[in-house]
């Protein structure tokens, strides 16, 4: 019997032929709380009413049984309480009381374990778990011999990046279909409950909840530099585990978007003047080109651009760029025209008087032999 407690006799007068009844209570003697103390319970029995010295005496042993539960209550915390863990990583359990009057504290586990203990405390390592099932017991042992025990429920899962399969050739124009897949257990949850989810460009482009998901379009130029995202969403307890997997999508297209580009279409003869071609293409396209005249011509190294010094009539007409790859061609062309240099108004009256003087002079010549 704890020390604070003692059993006391209570005789109770009833009404009826006033003989006695006996009851007793375990009475917590350090409890003051209750309206009258042991001595005067006795004292008053004989002029109670039995129905109300009954419910009194029944209310002091449930105050006794509380006081006797606080007395000897005291708490286990353990740390952390669900634990959600990768499978085959380390563990760390810690395990604290309240107490401060224990004869032991300690864990119980049916695998190697390793401990650090402290003031009230005690930590569990384990080491590369290897099993998919593990309930650690804490337990704590009163000074009276009387255990305590609390589990810890550990939650195992394997929860692998998701990984994106592509075509290693993805041309332009053809249909393409994009894989997405992940492997994940969760001890207890078959299946796992996991989300799949695929994006391009900020874009959600398809979801399911499943460990693969497929996505089927056609692809375009539009699509070269793309960034796929595919991202696994596994929900273990009311945990939710996030994992991204991250791919360029490189798309291959011939020439597109070809122009050729100048400064303005008419010339004069003897000015120089540049062309250029402009193409954007998946590999990059090679430029070659057909012009009217190659006299006086320069074309850059990269083949982009073509340069004509002191032009002349000969470079006026069609100058044809082909931009190409392995894909495709594109084509672009420009007309251009070097044309004689305009001659001024009073340049044209001055030679008509050069003309007309001449002719006068030649005419006075003729005139004077004649006589």
Same mark, same amino acid.
Request: proline share 4%; with cysteine; charged share 15%.
């Given at each position: 019997?704890?020390?604070?407690? %003692? ?42 009413? &039995?129905?109300s010295?009954?419910?009194? =005496?029944i ?6 049984? #509380? ?5 000897k209550?005291?708490? =286990?915390? *353990? ?13 760390v *359990? ?20 390793? $401990? ?41 899962? &394997? ?6 399969? =592509?075509?290693?050739?993805? !041309?332009?124009?053809?249909? %393409? ?19 799949? #989810? ?8 398809? %979801?399911?909840?499943?460990? =693969? ?10 699509h070269?530099?793309? !960034? ?18 991250t791919? *360029? ?10 122009? !050729?580009?100048?400064?303005? +279409?008419?010339f %004069? ?10 193409s ?9 080109? +057909? ?12 083949? +982009?651009?073509?340069s004509v ?7 006026s ?35 008509? *008087?050069? !003309? ?8 006075? $010549? ?6």
């Open positions: 019997m704890c020390p604070c407690m %003692q059993e006391i006799p209570l005789f109770l007068e009833t009404s009826r032929g006033g003989g006695s009844e006996a009851g007793s209570c375990v009475i917590c003697l350090h409890f003051t709380g209750f309206p009258f103390g042991i001595s005067g319970l006795a004292g008053s029995l004989t002029t109670m009413d &039995t129905r010295v009954y419910l009194q =005496l209310l002091a042993c449930l105050l006794c049984s #509380t006081a006797l539960v606080c007395s209550s005291c708490s =286990l915390w *353990l740390v952390p309480k669900h634990p959600v863990v990768p499978y085959g990583t380390d563990i *359990l810690n395990c604290s009381t309240s107490c401060t009057n224990y004869t032991s504290l300690d864990w119980e586990t049916s695998v190697r374990k390793n $401990l650090s203990r402290g003031v009230q405390w005690v930590a569990l390592y384990i080491s590369k778990q290897s099993a998919w099932t593990l309930t650690p017991q804490c337990y704590l042992i009163h000074s009276d011999g009387s255990p305590e025990l609390s589990s810890v429920n550990i939650l195992f899962y &394997t929860f692998s990046s998701p990984e994106i399969h =592509l075509r290693d050739e993805i !041309v332009a124009g053809q249909e %393409q279909k994009v894989t997405c897949d992940v492997s994940s257990m969760v001890a207890g949850a078959t299946p796992s409950d996991i989300e799949l #989810t695929l994006s391009g460009a900020g874009t959600a482009l398809a %979801q399911n909840r499943n460990l =693969l998901l497929e996505y089927v379009f056609t692809t375009g130029a539009k070269d530099g793309m !960034v796929l995202v595919c991202t696994a969403l596994l929900q273990v307890a009311n945990t939710i585990l996030i994992k991204n997997k791919v *360029l999508m490189t798309v291959f297209y011939k020439p597109t978007n070809t122009s !050729v580009l100048t400064e303005r +279409r008419v %004069q003869v003897g000015e120089n003047f540049t062309v250029s071609c402009r954007t293409g998946n590999p990059a396209p090679n430029f070659t080109w +057909r012009l009217p005249s190659n006299e006086s011509v320069e074309v850059a190294s990269d083949g +982009r651009m073509v010094y002191s032009a002349t009539v000969v470079h007409g069609d100058y044809e760029c082909n931009a190409n790859n392995r894909y495709g061609l594109g084509t672009a062309r420009a007309n251009i025209i070097v044309e004689q240099k305009n001659v001024p108004p009073w340049a044209i009256v001055l030679i008509v *008087l050069f !003309v007309l003087g001449g002719i006068a002079v030649a005419a006075f $010549l003729i005139h004077r032999a004649l006589l």
